[in-house]
T-cell receptor, first 113, second 113 residues
Framework: GESVGLHLPTLSVQEGDNSIINCAYS??????FIWYKQESGKGPQFIID?????DKRQGQRVTVLLNKTVKHLSLQIAATQPGDSAVYFC????????????FGQGTELSVKP | DVKVTQSSRYLVKRTGEKVFLECVQD?????MFWYRQDPGLGLRLIYF???????EKGDIPEGYSVSREKKERFSLILESASTNQTSMYLC????????????FGPGTRLTVT
C-alpha cells in the first residue's frame, strides 16, 4: 500500500551545523506535505508545510524541499540548536482524502553541544 | 493560538475496564482525530470526525469507539481495555477544508495492566 517513510531513523549533528531530514513518499496523488516536530513528552507541533505545486518553501531557519520526480521531501534546519533535538515527522495528504494525513515514522534528531 | 487539551497525561487501567479519553479544542474546528503512537509504527489513525455526531473509521478502529456530541469535544472509548492498547494516544483537530494542518494535544499515555 501507499506509505510515507523516512530514510534514517536517527540523526546526530553538531550544534551550529545544518541538519537535513529526509522523507520518501510513494503516492504520486499526494498534493500536500507537512513537517511536524515532537519533543519528548509533548504532542507534535507544526513546523512547515508545502503544496505539490511548489518545490521549495522557507520558514524561520527551516526550508522544505519537494522533489516530485523522485517523490522525496526534505527538511533543512539551519544552524541547528540544542532546542531542535526532537523527533521530526513528515506527513502527506492524498488528493480527495479530505483532511486526513498519513504520517511517516519519524526521525530522531540529536544535537551535540 | 489553537489549543487542544486532553483530559489526562497519564492513565493506568486494568484489563477489561472501559476507558474514556477526552479531547477538547477551542478553535471551532470541524475536524477532529484520534491517533495512537507506538515506537517504530508512527502515528496511526483510529477514528476521525468531520462534524458533530459524525464519525469515520481510520486505519485501526478495532477495539475502539468514539463520540462527538459537541463540536469542541471528541471522546475515544476503549470498550474493554486490553494490554495491546497500551500506547500514547494523541488527539488532533483541523479547520479543513480551509487548512490541512492538524493541531495536536499533548497526548495521553495509557498503560493497561
Amino acid at each position: 500500500g501507499e506509505s510515507v517513510g523516512l530514510h534514517l531513523p536517527t540523526l546526530s549533528v553538531q550544534e551550529g551545523d545544518n541538519s537535513i531530514i529526509n522523507c520518501a513518499y510513494s503516492n504520486s496523488a499526494s498534493d500536500y506535505f507537512i513537517w511536524y516536530k515532537q519533543e519528548s513528552g509533548k504532542g507534535p507541533q507544526f513546523i512547515i508545510d508545502i503544496r505539490s505545486n511548489m518545490d521549495k518553501r522557507q520558514g524561520q531557519r527551516v526550508t522544505v524541499l519537494l522533489n516530485k520526480t523522485v517523490k522525496h521531501l526534505s527538511l533543512q534546519i539551519a544552524a541547528t540548536q540544542p532546542g531542535d533535538s526532537a523527533v521530526y515527522f513528515c506527513a502527506e495528504r492524498e488528493d480527495n482524502q479530505g483532511g486526513k494525513l498519513i504520517f511517516g515514522q519519524g526521525t530522531e534528531l540529536s544535537v551535540k553541544p | 493560538d489553537v489549543k487542544v487539551t486532553q483530559s489526562s497525561r497519564y492513565l493506568v487501567k486494568r484489563t477489561g475496564e472501559k476507558v474514556f479519553l477526552e479531547c477538547v479544542q477551542d478553535m471551532d474546528h470541524e475536524n477532529m482525530f484520534w491517533y495512537r503512537q507506538d515506537p517504530g509504527l508512527g502515528l496511526r489513525l483510529i477514528y476521525f470526525s468531520y462534524d458533530v455526531k459524525m464519525k469515520e473509521k481510520g486505519d485501526i478502529p478495532e477495539g475502539y469507539s468514539v463520540s462527538r456530541e459537541k463540536k469542541e469535544r471528541f471522546s475515544l472509548i476503549l470498550e474493554s481495555a486490553s494490554t495491546n492498547q497500551t500506547s500514547m494516544y494523541l488527539c488532533a483537530s483541523s479547520l479543513f477544508p480551509s487548512s490541512y494542518e492538524q493541531y495536536f494535544g499533548p497526548g495521553t499515555r495509557l498503560t493497561v495492566t
